[in-house]
């Protein structure tokens, strides 16, 4: 048997392997029937925090040549020939607010980008709770059926479930972008304020 950080990797993989042929076959439908889709946002979830820190990595440290030619060509095409906001106006801003902990700003630029936000970390945060919570149990119950293998226990293992998978959060986060472009534009039309340029005056974007 493998020791050491070998044993918890084997572990872990083989855990992984016996949860996803159990959803797979069938079984655990009934009680989750969202469990593939959030087992497939879960995974994505990785890939899109990595995307995020490359980002941030290329705007905080990229030389200044690159930073003026972002500034130069990065724009809404929409925006810059109409003054109008399109529906993601603003998004590349909130998420630089956000990375330095600016959730107002972040918020008034763009308020999908912190709604956005709270949902992952709630979601990537049970769900990886779950799973270490998982792993410890399989590890206790795996004790107890070497010591007692007559009264084995395997059977009651418990099953930790993270944020369950909702309809109602993509309803929200429509709702949120066509308000945010609506009300947005609605100033614009009525009062000629900018929003954008104004929002970038209060924060010094």
Aim: charged share 20%.
């Amino acid at each position: 048997m493998p020791t050491g950080p070998c044993a918890g990797f084997t572990t872990l993989l083989t855990w992984e392997t016996e949860r996803n042929r159990y959803f797979l076959s069938g079984k655990g439908m009934n009680k989750n029937k969202n469990a593939g889709t959030e087992e497939v946002l879960y995974r994505l979830g990785f890939a899109a925090a990595l995307v995020a820190a490359v980002l941030y990595i290329l705007r905080e440290f990229c030389p200044p040549f690159l930073q003026e030619w972002w500034e130069r060509y990065s724009f809404c095409v929409i925006y810059r020939f109409t003054g109008f906001t399109c529906p993601g106006c603003g998004g590349t801003r909130a998420l630089g607010e956000l990375f330095h902990g600016h959730i107002v700003a972040s918020m008034l630029y763009h308020p999908l980008v912190p709604y956005g936000a709270a949902w992952y970390v709630a979601f990537m945060g049970s769900h990886t709770w779950a799973r270490i919570r998982s792993l410890t149990d399989e590890r206790s119950h795996g004790s107890a059926d070497k010591e007692e293998p007559e009264r084995s226990v395997r059977g009651e293992r418990r099953v930790f479930k993270g944020m369950s998978w909702r309809d109602g959060y993509v309803y929200g986060a429509v709702g949120i972008l066509l308000a945010n472009f609506v009300i947005k534009n609605l100033i614009r039309l009525v009062t000629g304020t900018d929003v954008m340029a104004w929002l970038d005056h209060i924060f010094g974007a």
